[in-house]
């Protein structure tokens, strides 16, 4: 069978399962061998690159010099962590007020010799992946030197198929070694990837391929998650035969099962085994984008997030190694799915620029059962883990047996991110998996800054970490609170949008192909400031706290969901008039998705949930089924001003059960819908 699983012993120690049709790329370890060639515990003062220099000692000092020397901060440790072709000439040149971002100026490196060739060379033995596969005790272990002859044969791959600098291609994978070594093989070939989330639907993947114009595809046959296959060449065949720009889909083989080929089809595993494993690194300059991310906003069109080379890298590794505290040699970790920037940032970028060894977590937190994190944690000794607030809720309902049952004495860090970690959820993190033992890293950022901008590390010695709070800015961030007038507010205890003052070289650079939506996005709502979208409360210690969206974005199970793109795919079905959607307290989701919905005509009721469920596919047929709406609410009419605009406000009121906190709707066009809308949700939900 194609997909049999190719496995070697050595001597008596564990088997080690390698990727079959990868096979004869690779030579055989174990764990214990690669274990042993790590040397724990070296110095753990942040930056030691600035330890000959007397002015800089505390960590005050150190967060003071990255805000008011940048370029001595910054330039230090570019030159010491990346390895250049080329040094740059000027650490920065950015004007905030017109969001113009680029760092190191005149410099060339390439990302996949900074990740993967540099540690190839060094310690080439050393584990740089272990696929932490849908089975538990099915993981693979992938070593630099693999890694490395998987990147420079699929980079040949790519080049001997026509593709090449700047080109975009749209990775559409499962978290897998393959998934790593394609976006590094880009990087090497200096083209841009786009990793789109193998959930999304076939329209949604369309339609990123049509915005990035990505001549070239890569998937896999299958992909496997929580015992079920998902049928993702199904899927990118779907989406091909919207793109016209298509003209290469490279498919590997994740299951081996049949899947029908088309013209425009290449076999990946055949095309890889015949290259060349020696492909010379493309020389790119410190600004080339090194790749796009999809983001929601507030239209139905998503944002192609534009990351730089340089920037981006440096910034990815510096996090990763100071907020968790990684020393060599130890395990990291971030259950994220590649799809998404916690993935990109910190199970693939940030922990290899530091030569780290990073789990690819291809399961789900259930499955087999509720302890499958932890019993992940104790077989592969995992030393940080990194993962959402919402996984801590759904499993801290199931019980403390399924974590107490495994050893966890593994762990030091325990991360998270993507929503606020509410305190039931930080308590059992810290109490109950970390024993007390573990500091928790709450920590807050975006698609947009690259990497984590603020998280209670690294600090200064001693300092205690707040319960539920991303607490501290990172080096080099200088976060702003700004008033309804667009002004800045000083002092503690305040509240407001939170923005970002100062420029870090992990920031994005555009939105692809869209510069003027960039600047109005982030830019132009506060002049000289990066608006981050979200709201956030500065504490008597001067700690943050973030509190929320403050546009159209919903925040679901840790992904961010526009409302207006759940809006658009539900107008879509004949029978829809007009929809609302809006963001409700879920207690394990975070937010759920509450769709009010009028109809044309009435619905008989009899055809409600018909209509419903015609309305979930609908959304899952044009973005994904983790978009779907929880709750949906036919209504003759929606609260609107008279000026049209739709009063979200009195929505969210009405979805979080508060009909008695809807304020002024005397500005209403038809106040008396409000009444239906409370009647019919109380109705509807029985609340
Ligand atoms: C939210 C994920 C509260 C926030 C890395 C942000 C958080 C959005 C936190 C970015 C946190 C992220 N506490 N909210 N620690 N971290 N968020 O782009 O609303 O997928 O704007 O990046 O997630 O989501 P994105």
């Given amino acids: ?26 030579t055989c370890h174990t764990r214990k061998d690669v274990f042993c060639t790590h040397l724990r515990g070296i110095t753990t003062t942040p930056f030691p690159e600035f330890q000959g220099d007397p002015q800089l000692k505390s960590h005050a000092d150190l967060y003071n010099a990255s805000l008011q020397n940048p370029d001595y901060f910054w330039g230090t440790l570019a030159k010491s962590r990346l390895q250049w072709f080329q040094k740059f000439n000027q650490v920065k040149d950015c004007d905030i007020n017109k969001g113009h971002i680029r760092w190191f100026m005149d410099g060339k490196l390439n990302a996949s010799v900074n990740c993967v060739d540099r540690y190839a060379k060094k310690t080439g033995d050393a584990i740089a992946l272990i696929w932490e596969k849908d089975e538990p005790g099915t993981e693979e272990y992938v070593t630099y030197r693999q890694l490395s002859q998987m990147v420079n044969k699929m980079a040949n791959m790519l080049k001997s198929s026509g593709v090449g600098r700047g080109d975009r291609v749209a990775i559409y994978l499962p978290t897998s070694p393959v998934a790593v070594a394609a976006m590094m093989a880009c990087a090497r070939i200096g083209a841009i990837h786009s990793v789109v989330f193998a959930g999304f639907s076939s329209d949604a993947l369309a339609g990123r391929i049509i915005d990035a114009d990505a001549e070239t595809v890569i998937t896999a046959d299958e992909g496997v998650r929580g015992g079920k296959l998902i049928p993702l060449k199904q899927t990118v065949d779907a989406a091909v035969a919207q793109c016209p720009c298509v003209k290469r889909v490279f498919v590997y083989q994740r299951t081996g099962n049949d899947v029908p080929m088309n013209k425009l089809d290449i076999s990946l595993d055949k095309e890889m085994a ?20 999809y983001t929601s906003g507030s239209t139905g069109k998503p944002k192609g997030i534009a990351h730089s080379t340089a920037g981006y890298l440096l910034y990815a590794g510096i996090t990763q190694k100071h907020v968790f505290d990684y020393q060599e040699g130890e395990r990291f970790g971030c259950v994220a799915d590649i799809g998404w920037i916690t993935g990109h940032t910190y199970v693939v970028y940030g922990p290899l620029s530091n030569g780290a060894t990073t789990v690819l977590f291809e399961s789900t937190p259930t499955y087999p059962d509720p302890g499958r994190y932890w019993e992940m944690v104790q077989r592969l000794k995992l030393n940080q883990i990194y993962l959402a607030p919402t996984s801590l809720r759904l499993l801290l309902k199931e019980g403390n047996e399924w974590v107490t049952k495994y050893d966890r004495s593994s762990l030091r860090k325990l991360g998270c991110v993507g929503e606020p970690l509410n305190s039931e959820a930080y308590d059992w993190y810290n109490d109950v998996i970390g024993d007390g033992k573990c500091e928790v890293v709450d920590t807050w950022w975006q698609t947009e800054t690259g990497g984590i901008a603020i998280a209670p590390r690294p600090s200064a010695k001693g300092a205690k970490i707040v319960a539920a709070k991303p607490m501290r800015p990172h080096f080099g961030i200088q976060p702003a609170l700004m008033d309804k007038d667009g002004k800045e507010l000083t002092g503690s205890n305040v509240q407001g949008a939170l923005c970002i003052k100062s420029v870090w070289p992990g920031m994005a650079r555009t939105i692809y192909g869209d510069h003027k939506r960039f600047l109005d996005t982030y830019y132009n709502p506060y002049p000289g400031y990066y608006f981050s979208g979200d709201g956030a409360h500065r504490c008597e210690e001067g700690y943050y706290q973030i509190t929320g969206r403050m546009d159209d974005v919903m925040n679901v199970s840790g992904h961010r969901i526009g409302t207006a793109e759940v809006e658009d795919a539900m107008d879509n079905h004949a029978q829809v008039a007009e929809t609302a959607v809006v963001g409700y307290p879920h207690d394990v989701k975070g937010e759920g998705i509450y769709a009010f919905v009028v109809p044309m005509g009435d619905v008989d009721p009899e055809e409600a949930d018909a209509l419903k469920a015609e309305l979930k596919l609908m959304v899952k047929t044009v973005i994904g089924s983790f978009a779907q709406p929880d709750k949906i609410l036919f209504t003759p009419g929606l609260p609107k001003t008279r000026s049209g605009k739709i009063m979200r406000r009195i929505l969210r009121k009405v979805a979080d059960n508060k009909p008695d906190e809807l304020g002024d709707i005397s500005t209403l066009v038809d106040p008396s819908v409000v009444e239906i809308l409370v009647q019919r949700h109380s109705e509807e939900f029985k609340v």
């Fill in 1 to 26: 069978m194609a997909g049999a699983k190719y496995v070697c012993r050595i001597g008596k120690t564990k088997p080690v399962f390698l990727i079959s049709s990868l096979k004869n790329q690779f």
């Fill in 274 to 293: 015949c290259q060349s494993d020696v492909c010379d690194p493309e020389e790119m300059g410190s600004e080339d984008l090194l790749f796009m991310l």
